[in-house]
């Protein structure tokens, strides 16, 4: 039938002419767009690797910012300490920048060579140390017993006397015993002037005794319990 042919050919057409209209607007959207050039960066330049920390762009220098300063770090060189070679500060960032050509320049100063320590000198020999064993040991109990008994300067009293002739240090030790009983008492005069008295009564009184009045003295009595000729003579 004419009709019915011309009819289905006019719709088997009209699908074709829509495919062939698209097919351009499709083949523009599938071109690919021209990818944008990525901006170089020079040695002197920075880019941004964190807050607060930007790299040079050969990667030698470090821009560091610390509170509000900022400051260049040449990770290519350390200070004479071994550490990081820093400079800086500067107030921002656009300062910090700008100082990298000129920090390119700078050496660092020789490590410095720690001085040798010396060794400490040896303690000088004491006294002490200098004495046989056997009088190092006595003199050092000597100065113990003088301690337990309240003397002062125990050691020095020791080390200056220990050899005299005269009973020096039991003196001292009497002569403590007195004042400490005159400082007890109220009256410090009167007590000083019978205590004189009664050390004057003791050692010179007995030497002018009248024979055959027996005499006395007042000596040193050794370690040994033995009595020695060695007077005592205190002065309270």
Same mark, same amino acid.
Do not use: C
């Given at each position: 039938m004419p009709g019915a042919k011309s009819a289905a050919t006019k719709a088997s057409a009209k699908p074709v002419g829509k495919s062939a209209a698209k097919s351009?607007?499709?083949?523009?959207?599938?071109?690919? /767009?021209?990818?944008?050039?990525? /901006? #170089?960066?020079? $040695? %002197?330049?920075?880019?941004?690797? =964190?807050?607060?920390?930007?790299?040079?762009? %050969?990667? &030698?220098? *470090?821009?560091?910012?610390? %509170?509000?300063?900022?400051?260049v770090v040449d990770t290519a060189q350390a200070n004479e300490f071994g550490q990081e070679l820093m400079h800086g500060p500067f107030g921002s960032l656009k300062e910090a920048t700008a100082a990298i050509p000129g920090?390119?320049?700078?050496?660092?100063?020789?490590?410095?060579?720690?001085?040798?320590?010396? $060794?400490? $000198?040896?303690?000088?020999?004491?006294w002490l140390d200098k004495l046989p064993a056997n009088e190092r040991r006595e003199a050092r109990d000597l100065i113990r017993a003088l301690e337990r #008994?309240?003397?002062?300067?125990? *050691? !020095?009293?020791?080390? &200056?006397?220990?050899? %005299?002739?005269? $009973?020096t240090i039991a003196t001292r030790l009497i002569e403590r015993h007195l004042n400490v009983l005159i400082g007890e008492q109220p009256d410090r005069d009167q007590a000083t002037e019978l205590v004189r008295r009664v050390v004057e009564i003791l050692t010179n *009184?007995?030497?002018?005794?009248?024979?055959?009045?027996?005499?006395? =003295?007042?000596?040193?009595?050794? =370690? !040994? !319990?033995?009595?020695? =000729?060695?007077?005592?003579t205190p002065r309270p």
């Open positions: 351009p607007a499709k083949a523009k959207s599938a071109e690919a /767009k021209p990818a944008k050039a990525k /901006k #170089e960066v020079g $040695p %002197d330049e920075v880019v941004r690797q =964190t807050a607060g920390s930007y790299l040079s762009g %050969d990667g &030698r220098f *470090e821009v560091r910012q610390s %509170d509000s300063n900022w400051y920090a390119r320049d700078v050496k660092p100063l020789l490590k410095s060579t720690p001085r040798p320590v010396k $060794p400490a $000198p040896k303690p000088e020999k004491s #008994e309240g003397m002062p300067s125990a *050691e !020095d009293l020791v080390r &200056r006397h220990r050899n %005299d002739t005269a $009973p *009184e007995g030497a002018r005794a009248r024979r055959p009045v027996p005499g006395w =003295t007042l000596v040193e009595v050794a =370690t !040994d !319990d033995e009595p020695s =000729t060695r007077r005592i």
